[in-house]
Structures are given as C-alpha cells and as structure tokens.
C-alpha cells in the first residue's frame, strides 16, 4: 500500500475494486476485500428498525443495508479499546497478551457466547490472562456489510479470501504480453 497511489484488488483474476489505498482500506467493496489489508473480527447479525447492528461490543450502524436484513460486521484490531475493569463498556476477561514493540496484541473473552476478540493497542499496554477489563462500547474503523457478503457477489468463485490478488496500477508496459488483453479488458470495465 507504500508504493502505489492505486491500487487494482483482484480476485478469481477480476478486479473487484480499484482505488487509492485509502479507498480500498477505510471502504472495501466487501469482506473479502477487507480481510485482504487487515485482520477483523467478524459478528453476525441483523440490522435493527434503527439501522444498528448488535454486537458483543455494541451497537453498530449499518448504513445502507435495510432493517431486517442480516448482516456481518467485522471490527480491526486497532478499533478496539482496553479499559481497567469497573470502567464503562463491555466486561471483557484477556486470554492472551503479546508485546510487540510499539503496540501489543490483546486477545479478550466478550459476550455470553464468550466470542475472542483482537485488540491491538498503542502505546503498548499489557494485560495479564484472565484480568477482568472493559471495551468501550463507542468503537471505530467498523465495516458492516450484508450478511456473508461474499456469497451473491458474481466475481467470486467460492476459493475463499486465498485467491485474492492484488496489482499495483503500473504502466501496462510492465506486465508480460499474454495478461495485457484482460487487464485492458478489466482496467476498461472499472473506470467507466
């Protein structure tokens, strides 16, 4: 995401999205897309007559998709807080703490199905396992889409996120001859 100012995201040899990193980081077309930049804990459930989405960590707003209609929201990392336990927010128990220099890695125990969330806190703050904290309810960088968003979209063939590609937007130059006709054929498609 360093080296280009667009980038292509692929998958099953279609482009599924094309933007600036930015784009493609803070609104992926999809899930798949999403997971491809970063790690997410994803929730499954159903867009309320207020347009929110209930999670183990709160209510969240689910634009765009209709009351009623099932939906997954996947959360980062670093989206989610650590509070100390009494604070306000969601009573969460760590599992796991791991320092990673500049940040470090949180796994915590949320809701009554007791589901493992990441946490990626900067600075670094470590918890010991089985520590009672807090998550505040108030989250950030959420994605909410249809729920198993990937299942209707036409350009995926069931292989999973591992057949996601991505391809920087070089000078069509610089990719070898036999690829050529389908990125035009792709490039065309994407920026009408």
Known sequence: MRMANRIALMRAGRVVQ???PEELYNRPVDEGAA???SEATAFEGTVGADGVVETPLGGVPAP???AG???EVLIRPHA???APAGAAGVVATVQRARLLGADSLVDVMVGAAGQSVAARLTPPLYRRPGQ???SPSTLGNVLPFHGRHLAPNKH???AGTADLRV???APLGQYPAALRPSIKKEYRRWVR
């Open 18 to 20: 094309l933007g600036s």
């Open 35 to 37: 997971r491809f930049f």
């Open 64 to 66: 765009g998709l209709a």
């Open 69 to 71: 209609s099932p939906a």
């Open 80 to 82: 989610i807080r650590i």
């Open 132 to 134: 009672k904290c807090a």
């Open 156 to 158: 995926y063939r069931g």
């Open 167 to 169: 391809a920087c937007c």
